[in-house]
């Protein structure tokens, strides 16, 4: 829309009208953002323990994954990658996979053949002890990989500080 504003300059005693338009009508239009596309398989992927650990300490994180959506998610795969300088302890259900990658990345977990139903809720029990340095924030990675899921990954970061 074109608009027409009139202001007034003055200089000294004088005043001069100063015409000003507004350029949002002579502009191309914009083409309209559109969102990204909702995930077709929505889950809520959830972890429950402390935010904030002892160095030298062992803990356990308690992972919920629930399946919020009609889709049928068979073989899928979770993959937790651990905070940096923590070591793996144990896990229940076990993982199928352990890979220790080299210092300072985490330890990555795997599970495969991972079924959810509709509705269903899958918990994952994850003990680690903590090293390295204190004073930092350490990021636990959860993801579900399935090639019904929005990209086929859906994953979620859990911030965890470490103190001395």
Not at 17 to 37: D, E, N, Q, W
Not at 40 to 68: D, F, H, M, W, Y
Not at 81 to 95: A, E, N
Not at 97 to 106: D, F, I, S
């Amino acid at each position: 829309m074109n608009s027409l504003f009139t202001v007034l300059k003055f200089y000294g005693i004088l005043a001069v009208p100063v015409f000003l338009f507004s350029i949002t009508g002579l502009a191309a239009p914009k083409a309209p953002v559109s969102p990204p596309p909702p995930d077709p398989c929505p889950l809520s992927i959830r972890q429950i323990g402390p935010r904030v650990l002892r160095l030298g300490s062992a803990t356990t994180l308690l992972l919920r994954i629930e399946n919020k959506s009609s889709c049928n998610l068979s073989s899928a795969t979770i993959r937790n990658i651990l905070p940096k300088r923590t070591k793996f302890r144990r896990s229940d259900p076990i993982p199928t996979l352990v890979q220790k990658n080299p210092a300072p990345a985490g330890t990555e977990l795997s599970w495969s053949n991972a079924k959810f139903a509709p509705g269903e809720v899958l918990l994952i029990d994850v003990g680690m002890y903590i090293r390295g340095n204190s004073g930092r924030i350490g990021l636990n990675r959860v993801c579900v990989v399935h090639p019904s899921l929005l990209a086929g990954i859906t994953c979620k970061n859990f911030k965890i500080e470490i103190i001395p």
